[in-house]
């Protein structure tokens, strides 16, 4: 069974540093792109970063410079660190994986969130 898990959220002040967690597993080919998402209070997910199995990174206009997505392709991990954070930045924090289920077909698979909150 594919599965994605984050860890790492939490409570921070304004300027601090989290770092997130995601693992996954399950999948017989590996992972493809894998991104982390959030969704503050009645607004829509967002994208936040992604990263290819290769290595290429895309970032959000609003976290550009602030916020760095790394991954281990040995262990299906991917990782947000996230420093100067600011109060607009709480949200809960979803770990997005693209798998290959078959040769000719992908399919991907979220996480359950980690919430993230900073206070002013």
């Known amino acids: 069974q594919v599965r994605v898990v984050e860890s790492g959220g939490g409570l921070v002040q304004a300027g601090g540093s989290l770092r997130l967690s995601c693992a996954a597993s399950g999948s017989i080919f590996g992972f493809n792109d894998m991104s982390w998402h959030r969704q503050a209070p009645g607004k829509q997910r967002e994208l936040v970063a992604r990263?290819?199995?290769?290595?290429?990174?895309y970032y959000a206009n609003s976290v550009k410079g602030r916020f760095t997505i790394s991954r281990d392709n040995d262990k299906n991990m991917v990782y947000l660190q996230m420093n100067s954070l600011k109060p607009e930045d709480t949200a809960v924090y979803y770990c997005?994986?693209?798998?290959?289920?078959?040769?000719?077909?992908?399919?991907?698979?979220w996480g359950q969130g980690t919430q993230v909150t900073v206070s002013s």
């Open positions: 990263i290819t199995s290769g290595g290429s990174t």
């Open positions: 997005r994986a693209v798998y290959r289920r078959t040769l000719l077909s992908t399919d991907d698979i």
